[in-house]
Nanobody, 122 residues
Framework: QVRLVESGGGLVQAGDSLRLSCAAS????????LAWFRQAPGKERAGIQA????????YLEDSVKDRFTIYRDNAKNTIYLQLNDLQPEETAIYYC???????????????WGQGIQVTVSS
């Protein structure tokens, strides 16, 4: 059974940075595409960035691509999302997801983490 567990969330102030981690357990991690999604209060869950098995990035939300960066460490079975210059409207639950890249790009995934709260105060 594959499992994804997020960590690194919390309360920050506007302009701060944060790094989210997603640790994966199970086989075939290196073969997967992985991604970060977020769901703000009252809004639908939306993709942020994805990373393919060979490390290529796919931007799912263009507006944050200059401030957010996804990367993976296959030796640690972990992906990360570096969040810079966070703004209050980016308060959301952030989810890690895994599966085929084509599936992730369409907003779906084979496996989801439980999500982690990021709150940005003004």
């Amino acid at each position: 059974q594959v499992r994804l567990v997020e960590s690194g969330g919390g309360l920050v102030q506007a302009g701060d940075s944060l790094r989210l981690s997603c640790a994966a357990s199970g086989r075939n991690f290196r073969e997967w595409a992985l991604a970060w999604f977020r769901q703000a209060p009252g809004k639908e869950r939306a993709g942020i960035q994805a990373i393919s098995a060979n490390g290529g990035r796919k931007y799912l939300e263009d507006s944050v691509k200059d401030r957010f960066t996804i990367y993976r460490d296959n030796a640690k079975n972990t992906i990360y999302l570096q969040l810079n210059d966070l703004q209050p409207e980016e308060t959301a639950i952030y989810y890690c997801a895994g599966g085929r890249l084509s599936t992730i790009v369409s907003g779906r995934a084979d496996v989801w983490g439980q999500g982690i709260q990021v709150t940005v105060s003004s």
